[in-house]
């Protein structure tokens, strides 16, 4: 019998051999193919971010665009009209921005931990099955329903509120964006903190547990100290969610460039203004059209770096415990 025949023989195909390996090799080749996509279409963004900013900044000082405190962009009219030398201070701009996220995070934040904490330690089985999807599911609810209920319910809220109380509240307002906000990010809060928490070694809780203390003074001195590494990552994931939003800051804060720390004035959002300079026709040669670029490379710059810290928290975290 031959070698080929005493192969069947016991069973064994060297064609199935070869068809196996061609099809681990074709599988490979597609995800290595998706890969190199992914990343190409990456460098392709962040490419075209950095020509067009450039081309931004050889008409506009770059120093008067970090630091200055007016914004007018006019400059998509013609050349030989009035007012047309535009404004291209950012700093309201980013003032705006860092407003509405920081009210935001300041309403997601005691939500999404005391929710992840409750799901986490002190619900039980039937609870947490029921209670952890409801949550999420505010996840999935598009940013402009948001936007809706921030304008035709928190907004009217806050100006009546204040009205009543003999202040002047604006009816576009950073509070009212700012609150709606924070609703929507809680459940990113909450469902990273809850993942953070609950990777917590056991064997910590019960130490505490075997050494009297009891069950809110373990979480609250054992529990939580662990896992501030993972919670401070989830915060700055949601903080660069909470940064790069822009229905509700449209529908609930306005478009006016305002430098003011004041949440109950009008306000506006890098991503806002990045949407309104290029709606329309309009003139790529221009200033007006080209710093929409630079706002979007200077946005694209500090949520990266607000990414890569949290995700270096993070696995600083898991080496810990794993």
């Known amino acids: 019998m031959s070698d080929f025949q005493s192969k069947f023989a016991v069973g064994v195909n060297p064609f199935a051999r070869q068809s196996k390996g061609f099809g681990n090799a074709a599988i490979m080749f597609v995800l290595i193919a998706c890969s190199c996509v992914a990343i190409l279409v990456t460098v392709g963004i962040v490419m075209s971010l950095i020509f067009e900013t450039i081309r931004f900044f050889e008409q506009v ?8 405190t007016h914004w007018s962009p006019q400059t998509a009219l013609t050349a030989d009209v009035v007012g047309s030398s535009g404004a291209f201070g950012a700093v309201p701009l980013i003032t705006g921005t860092l407003l509405i996220s920081f009210i935001a995070m300041c309403i997601a934040t005691p939500l999404g931990l005391a929710s992840a904490v409750y799901l986490a330690e002190f619900a039980g089985p039937k609870v ?11 996840a999935g609810i598009p940013s402009v329903v948001y936007g809706f209920f921030a304008a035709l319910t928190i907004a009217p809220f806050i100006r009546n509120s204040g009205s009543a109380a003999g202040f002047d509240i604006s009816s576009e307002s950073a509070l009212a964006a700012g609150i709606a906000m924070g609703i929507m990010v809680v459940p990113l809060v909450s469902s990273l903190s809850d993942d953070v928490i609950n990777s917590v070694p056991q064997s910590l809780r019960d130490a505490s547990l075997g050494l009297g203390a009891t069950h809110a003074e373990t979480v609250r001195k054992v529990v939580l100290p662990a896992a501030v590494p993972g919670i401070a990552g989830s915060l700055l994931l949601a903080t660069s969610s909470a940064i790069g939003e822009t229905m509700i800051v449209v529908m609930a804060a306005g478009l006016a460039a ?3 720390l004041n949440p109950f004035e009008a306000v506006t959002t890098v991503t806002v203004q990045i949407v309104t300079l290029l709606t ?20 694209f710059v500090i949520t990266l770096a607000l990414n890569v810290i949290a995700l270096k928290i993070v696995n600083h975290f898991k080496e810990q415990y794993d």
């Open 280 to 299: 329309g026709d309009q003139e790529f040669d221009s200033a007006k059209t080209l710093s929409a670029f630079a706002l979007g490379l200077f946005l």
């Open 128 to 138: 947490r099955s029921f209670a952890k999807p409801l949550l999420e599911m505010l």
């Open 258 to 260: 305002n430098l003011t």
């Open 61 to 68: 000082p770059i120093l008067d665009f970090l630091f200055g």
